[in-house]
């Protein structure tokens, strides 16, 4: 695992706009990163063990990306702030969570002194991904072979609610960034696409759609996708696209990295990732903020001894 003996190369060359200083001299060591990770469930890890109990109701893993990047950066200071079922609307206030104390609003863990920002976000917004996912395993029977859930969102007037739901996410998304900006505006921010879900062609049993509507709920990821990678271009962010690693490891692929259409305690929770869909998000990210592959790593992700802050539990 890649630690602290390139971290300080890495921040170099990221951070500070490292040039090698004329004559050879030694240039000084940076500081170590300060890391907050923000987002929903695809970066909380539901249902991947351990569940950290800060809040319990948030299901974030100790083994999602945010904690594998920890690990992989070897940063000083690691907060993790995902929580499962967020919306954009939760970057600014206490979230409503199941059961349990509500966590604080995502945005108030960041600071001046905030050096790096990751966050994913998007797919809970308008009911996006969990109504599509929902109501296209209801209807598959009405017509096996057509799309009845692309029928079902769509209007009289012909109006693809879900395609009009995906593109304005862009503007939520870039309403969230203007906010990071402001909370810790010494910080480096990365917006983490969401990854392949469905395949590329072909069906499959473990995700029970009618055939035609493969087709469109890849256009509606993708459009997901792109409205995250429009709101970070216009809003000093970096996006991090997680189609080419996660291509052939959607919830049909044989080494699959998504879970299918049933949840699976300690081991993920329905159409979410992995662990090990969690630990190779977080090595794309690593790639897209050094420019580096992080060595192959298996087994528990690894932030650095005594860099994880806890979440204060509010009643």
Known sequence: MLRRALSALILLVVWAGYAPPAGGAQAAEPDPIDYVA?????????????????????FRSTNNYPAYLAGFLGVA??????????????????????FGDAPAAQLSALSADTDLVTIGIGGNDHGLFGSMI????????LDPTGSPCREHFTTRDGVDTKLRDARDIERLVAHVLIAVHRAAPNAAVYVVGYPRLLPLTGTCDA???????YAWGRRIEWLLNTSLQQAAADHRATYVNLYPATRGHDACGSDAW????????NVALDFH????????MGRAVFRSITGQVVPDVAGDAAPPAGSVVLNPVTP
């Open 38 to 58: 923000l987002g929903d469930s695809y970066s909380a890890g539901p249902l991947i063990p351990v569940i950290r109990q800060d809040p319990v109701g948030c």
């Open 258 to 265: 998504i879970n299918g259409s049933v949840a699976k305690l």
């Open 207 to 213: 995700v029970p759609f009618a055939t035609g509507d």
């Open 273 to 280: 990732p992995f662990q090990v869909g969690e630990r190779e």
């Open 134 to 141: 929902s109501t296209c395993q209801q209807v598959r029977h």
């Open 77 to 98: 200071t690691y907060r993790d702030m995902t929580c499962s079922g967020a919306r954009t609307d939760d970057f600014f206030t206490r979230q409503a969570v199941v």
